[in-house]
């Protein structure tokens, strides 16, 4: 049994540092709490084991040269840390050719010597190529570690966009569910707010979704690594909303049997784009088996960035968006159409004139209902909306549709023309 991972327990505003140098000002900078950093021969390390879902993660940042060897006995003597992603292209700094991030956000694998090599040395030194084109053992112990560089993450403050954060976690993801019981350590430059953000998605892919972890990531996060662990969770919320809903319908996808009719609705709406893809990949999908559904999944969810705006957008169709008049509603579950064929000669119906649907500035009315969002079948001139809105404000305070009188809560418009129509319903007794 491999010796379970000591932390340091206690809230320690010095605690003796592991490589003789205070990171004391680090701790004050981000709220870092101290309890959960990890213990290494009696001394106290920058990387955290935090837990999400059921599942261990350590993050922390690149180690400096003075903690090498300490990351090192760290690695050797807890055998099930079983990988290292470096979620920052660039932290390591010396290789004997670049990084190729020409191709889609993924991880690339890397000598795990090399990576030693290059922390012991610093990031500001060189190494001889052949150092990180053969192993050079550093005493043995460490060919149980893969060490896994991410290529494709912008680095410092900026957001990280979704189809990024989404494969990051799901190569952490990917690893813990072929290693059961293993620890994935998750670590960046300054090891707070990234690897956090990565260990959520990919608690969240390993969850499936799970909506009560979701709702607590950010919380726990805080309350085990630090104060300022949650900001690209917090940046990233949308996002985060996504993932949870796209990994529910792939779970549901690899089950046996049909789901719940309001997930069924959901995968309708991913079908729009299954034939395109399955195509790419010369696929014929079965709809009717289970095998084909699994099947499905697969596809998807290697295309996520090419499936999750059509997700993300609720089923619009292309080039259109919706222009809400209230606060937005969660149109992860879908935009419903009418049919079409209710759809008699396109005429406005509050100033009876002709519409041509294509007009830029023919709009539709979306209310809602029990079961969602639900978009009208007829078009309307968005100034006589506009007219129709201010008439509704001043007697019920919100709009309404002139035939069912239903509430509307937004506008389904072309989407090149949401910045100029925009002005007209944002404040239209203004």
Same mark, same amino acid.
């Given at each position: 049994?491999?010796?379970?991972?000591?932390?340091?327990?206690?809230?320690?505003?010095?605690?003796?540092?592991?490589?003789?140098?205070?990171?004391?000002?680090?701790?004050?900078?981000?709220?870092?709490?101290?309890?959960?950093?990890?213990?290494?021969?009696?001394?106290?390390?920058?990387?955290?084991?935090?837990?999400?879902?059921?599942?261990?993660?350590?993050?922390?940042?690149?180690?400096?040269?003075?903690?090498?060897?300490?990351?090192?006995?760290?690695?050797?003597?807890?055998?099930?840390?079983?990988?290292?992603?470096?979620?920052?292209?660039?932290?390591?700094?010396?290789?004997?050719?670049?990084?190729?991030?020409?191709?889609?956000?993924?991880?690339?694998?890397?000598?795990?010597?090399?990576?030693?090599?290059?922390?012991?040395?610093?990031?500001?030194?060189? %190494?001889?190529?052949?150092?990180?084109?053969?192993?050079?053992?550093?005493?043995?112990?460490?060919?149980?570690?893969?060490?896994?560089?991410?290529?494709?993450?912008?680095?410092?403050?900026?957001?990280?966009?979704?189809?990024?954060?989404?494969?990051?976690?799901?190569?952490?993801?990917?690893?813990?569910?072929?290693?059961?019981?293993?620890?994935?350590?998750?670590?960046?430059?300054?090891?707070?707010?990234?690897?956090?953000?990565?260990?959520?998605?990919?608690?969240?892919?390993?969850?499936?979704?799970?909506?009560?972890?979701?709702?607590?990531?950010?919380?726990?996060?805080?309350?085990?690594?630090?104060?300022?662990?949650?900001?690209?969770?917090?940046?990233?919320?949308?996002?985060?909303?996504?993932?949870?809903?796209?990994?529910?319908?792939?779970?549901?996808?690899?089950?046996?049997?049909?789901?719940?009719?309001?997930?069924?609705?959901?995968?309708?709406?991913?079908?729009?784009?299954?034939?395109?893809?399955?195509?790419?990949?010369?696929?014929?999908?079965?709809?009717?088996?289970?095998?084909?559904?699994?099947?499905?999944?697969?596809?998807?969810?290697?295309?996520?960035?090419?499936?999750?705006?059509?997700?993300?957008?609720?089923?619009?169709?292309?080039?259109?968006?919706?222009?809400?008049?209230?606060?937005?509603?969660?149109?992860?579950?879908?935009?419903?159409?009418?049919?079409?064929?209710?759809?008699?000669?396109?005429?406005?119906?509050?100033?009876?004139?002709?519409?041509?649907?294509?007009?830029?500035?023919?709009?539709?009315?979306?209310?809602?209902?029990?079961?969602?969002?639900?978009?009208?079948?007829?078009?309307?001139?968005?100034?006589?909306?506009?007219?129709?809105?201010?008439?509704?404000?001043?007697?019920?305070?919100?709009?309404?549709?002139?035939?069912?009188?239903?509430?509307?809560?937004?506008?389904?418009?072309?989407?090149?023309?949401? %910045?100029?129509?925009?002005?007209?319903?944002?404040?239209?007794?203004?």
């Amino acid at each position: 049994m491999p010796a379970p991972i000591a932390l340091w327990g206690t809230e320690d505003p010095a605690p003796e540092w592991a490589g003789g140098v205070s990171a004391n000002a680090w701790v004050e900078a981000y709220g870092v709490n101290t309890s959960t950093l990890i213990r290494v021969d009696g001394q106290c390390t920058r990387f955290a084991l935090i837990e999400l879902g059921g599942h261990r993660f350590i993050v922390g940042p690149t180690a400096t040269p003075a903690e090498a060897p300490v990351l090192t006995r760290m690695l050797k003597t807890h055998p099930q840390i079983g990988a290292i992603f470096c979620v920052e292209p660039g932290t390591m700094q010396v290789r004997d050719t670049a990084l190729d991030t020409s191709d889609a956000p993924d991880y690339h694998e890397r000598p795990i010597d090399g990576y030693i090599l290059s922390v012991m040395r610093g990031a500001g030194e060189s %190494a001889a190529p052949q150092a990180l084109a053969s192993p050079v053992g550093l005493d043995g112990g460490l060919s149980h570690v893969q060490f896994m560089e991410f290529a494709g993450m912008e680095r410092f403050d900026a957001q990280i966009p979704r189809e990024v954060l989404w494969r990051a976690g799901r190569g952490v993801a990917k690893f813990m569910r072929e290693n059961p019981g293993k620890i994935a350590l998750v670590c960046s430059e300054r090891g707070i707010a990234r690897p956090s953000a990565v260990a959520a998605s990919a608690a969240l892919q390993l969850q499936c979704g799970d909506a009560r972890l979701r709702n607590d990531l950010a919380t726990q996060v805080v309350a085990q690594r630090s104060e300022a662990s949650d900001h690209h969770i917090n940046l990233a919320s949308r996002s985060f909303d996504l993932m949870a809903e796209f990994t529910r319908l792939l779970d549901m996808l690899r089950r046996p049997g049909r789901g719940e009719p309001r997930w069924e609705r959901k995968v309708h709406l991913l079908r729009q784009r299954l034939p395109e893809l399955a195509a790419a990949q010369g696929a014929a999908i079965d709809w009717q088996t289970d095998a084909g559904r699994r099947q499905a999944a697969d596809i998807l969810e290697v295309n996520f960035d090419r499936v999750a705006p059509l997700l993300a957008s609720g089923g619009l169709p292309a080039g259109m968006a919706l222009l809400w008049l209230q606060d937005e509603i969660n149109a992860l579950s879908g935009v419903r159409f009418l049919s079409p064929g209710y759809v008699d000669g396109h005429i406005d119906r509050i100033s009876q004139d002709d519409i041509d649907p294509d007009s830029p500035d023919a709009v539709r009315l979306v209310s809602f209902d029990d079961y969602g969002l639900v978009c009208d079948n007829k078009y309307y001139d968005a100034a006589s909306v506009a007219g129709w809105y201010r008439a509704c404000l001043r007697k019920d305070g919100y709009l309404s549709n002139p035939i069912s009188r239903v509430p509307v809560v937004a506008l389904l418009i072309h989407e090149a023309e949401k %910045a100029r129509l925009e002005p007209q319903f944002l404040h239209p007794l203004g």
